[in-house]
């Protein structure tokens, strides 16, 4: 099987099923984030402190998931069986719940930082953001599998969670936001 097909010549592309479809369309931008999210997290993986082995576990499963995720989205209603399910989404639910409860409490509003390895999971958080708000993009126009918008939305929670759990693991507080007035005072 030779790797390029030149189906995608003209703006084309495949789903499960065989029906073609922009690749423009909602349906690919969905899966085609899912897809970058996936590799984000492959270079977020080899860069990980190897104090945080429970969350690269986490990181390893999640990117199954997200192969399903991606799938079920490349795949029209009623063409077969989704793979993600509510399941995924419970575990999901529990690591957040895991991690939530490492970092102190806190009031504000944080700034995307602190550790390279926060930075590293804020990056994963938002580009989950923008995966989630095409799914919703797709679900105006299509029937797509619940679960995978339910799982996105957990897993930007899951993203925030353990980027906060690696700065208070790492002795890093979390960066605050300040009101403009306050950062600009000073010059």
Known sequence: MKLYTKTGDAGQTKLVGGTSVAKSSE?????????????????????????????????????????DCGTDLATPAGHRAYRLSEKDVIWLEGRIDVYADEPPMIEHFIIPGGTRDAALLHVARTTTRRAERHVVALLQEEEINGAALRFLNRLSDYFYAVARAVNTRQGQTDVFYQNSDKVFHNF
């Open 27 to 67: 349906r690919v931008a969905s899966y085609g984030t899912i897809d970058e999210l996936n590799a984000w997290l492959g270079y977020t993986l080899i860069q990980l402190n190897p104090l945080h082995a429970d969350i690269c576990y986490d990181i390893e499963t999640i990117q199954q998931l997200l192969f």
